[in-house]
């Protein structure tokens, strides 16, 4: 599954995909789907979150892919946040003409200990290159962390919906929060193509650090 700014959802009919793409289209094909006799249990997914999404099923085709067609996700139009970005302030001056242009850098004042103070005045580029560095590597590795807990804590949530009661449920759940990605798919090789291949879709992130640190 790869990974996109435009939310995804995927729908299965039992442990048959039955459809995957935008709110919309998923949307009408559950509508088709629900109409059929004998129709089998209809379950779609936020891909993102592995949450449940119960959807408004009322009218025809037409009427249903209107209610549920996507709007400009708004995370698209917002800046971004490594992009320099000017710091409105009523005593701003007027606009430079030649030289060095704005980086929209803020000056603020942190306390530290002396010996931090020491430390940074040591480092190569100074005390301000050095925290902006040090700032920039936290964030990747809090951002690592927090796309390993949510692709895990979304597998587990279609786990559950799909295939709680299978055999080797329980055993996956272990690997799964283990961190053992070889131990997670050999518990899902019995289970349903389409099951088995969205699980393994949605937890990739979740195994990343952990096969990064033995390689």
Known sequence: MTTSTAPGYTAFAGQRLLARGRLADVAVAVHAAAARAGAAELLVFDDRTGQQIDLHLGGDAHAVAARY??????????????????????????????????????????????????????????????????????????????????????????????????????DATRALFAGDAAGFARRLDAWPADVRAYLLALSADAFAASEAATT
Do not use: F
Not at 74 to 79: I, K, N, S, T, Y
Not at 116 to 124: F, I, N, R, S
Not at 136 to 146: L, V, W
């Open 69 to 170: 067609r996507e709007r400009p996700d708004a995370a698209d139009a917002a800046p971004d946040d490594d992009a320099p970005q000017a710091q409105p302030s009523p005593h701003e001056p007027a606009p430079r003409g030649r030289g060095r242009p704005r980086l929209g850098v803020t000056a603020r004042e942190i306390t530290l200990l002396p010996r931090h103070w020491d430390w940074l005045a040591a480092q190569p580029g100074g005390a301000s290159v050095t925290l902006r560095k040090l700032i920039d590597q936290a964030r990747k590795q809090g951002e690592a962390g927090m796309r390993q807990r949510l692709a895990r804590e979304a597998a587990y949530r279609c786990l559950n919906a799909l295939a709680g009661n299978a055999p080797g449920a329980e």
